[in-house]
């Protein structure tokens, strides 16, 4: 039984200052539910709506690639600047700390390895895991064209089916086969078709001639795929010009981890992202960050 003696009689009702509701405005989110909502803003930084994504979910069928030989080293000491990390969930298990606490992406699609046809994937993560894992979102590989297509959109479309379930938004990445031409217009086709069939965000890769369309026809979130290792500065400007034209973020991985410095890349990254830093400018900060650091 409560103790009524310590119940107080005068109130504060506050009558002066009117209802708050605080307004979520990440892009195509004004439907869905506060879980994901909430989930969203440990993938999105509510100040800016953008994203740094460290993608480090490589291994699930490269195995361990260049600068993954050992998260423990290589990728722990970035988790404070990422906003959210891209995983597998056995990564996230066995190396990274449960003090962790921004978003997990985790993959939840696999079965070939870069020696068979990739497109035959399966969902490889049941739901009730991924809750278990504190997921922010589920990520499922999506081949557009590809020898599996439909099969890689019914995984598309079951896994949104069990993440509206449970309030967990699905990231649709769309995969560029080697006979895929990159350009705007297989990327507006690929991205359009994973939010038309319920992808909460969509990753993608930046082309560099009309990508404001892709942005422009997706109705929900895109972030840029980081891609193969290239000089710093062309990744200061791939990521830079994507902002421009109306991506939410990168998914960094091999640009990150397999530069020279990569603390202070990724803070370069970050300064691009949520700060509109010109690439030359976020250049210099990595070059004195990595001057720092030696």
């Known amino acids: 039984m409560a103790d009524k003696d310590g119940i107080r009689k005068d109130h504060n009702y ?8 605080e307004p979520f405005t990440l892009r195509g989110s004004n439907s869905i539910a506060w879980g994901m909502k909430n989930r969203f803003s440990n993938i999105f930084n509510p100040d800016t709506n953008r994203t740094v994504m460290l993608a480090v979910d490589h291994g699930y069928f490269l195995g361990p690639t260049t600068g993954l030989e050992r998260i423990d080293v290589t990728i722990v000491p970035l988790l404070p600047y990422a906003d959210t990390l891209m995983c597998t969930r056995g990564i996230l298990r066995s190396t990274i700390p449960p003090t962790f606490t921004k978003g997990v992406v985790l993959r939840a699609s696999g079965g070939p390895s870069i020696l068979k046809e990739l497109s035959n994937e399966e969902i490889a993560v049941d739901i009730e895991d991924a809750i278990r894992l504190n ?4 990520a499922v590989q999506v081949f557009i064209g590809g020898e599996f297509e439909t099969k890689s959109i019914h ?3 079951r896994l949104v089916d069990m993440g509206n379930r449970y309030g967990i938004p699905v990231l649709g990445v769309t995969a560029v086969g080697k006979e895929m031409k990159r ?3 297989y990327m507006r086709l690929a991205t359009r078709i994973c939010a038309e069939l319920g992808a909460s965000y969509v990753k993608t890769y930046y ?3 009309d990508f404001e369309t892709v942005t422009a026809a997706c109705p929900v979130p895109i972030v840029i795929a980081g891609g193969k290792k290239i000089p710093e500065l062309d990744a200061l400007k791939m990521a830079y010009n994507a902002i421009q034209q109306g991506a939410c973020g990168v998914d960094m991985g091999r640009n990150i981890f397999q530069a020279e410095a990569p603390i202070a890349m990724i803070q370069a990254v970050r300064k691009v992202i949520h ?6 400018e976020a250049l210099k900060v990595y070059q ?3 001057k720092e650091k030696k």
């Open 14 to 21: 506050h009558l002066d200052i009117p209802m708050k509701n």
């Open 135 to 138: 997921a922010a979102a589920l």
């Open 155 to 157: 995984n598309l479309t």
């Open 183 to 185: 350009d705007a217009q």
């Open 207 to 209: 082309v560099p001639e």
């Open 275 to 280: 700060e509109n830093m010109k690439p030359e």
């Open 288 to 290: 004195t960050l990595k």
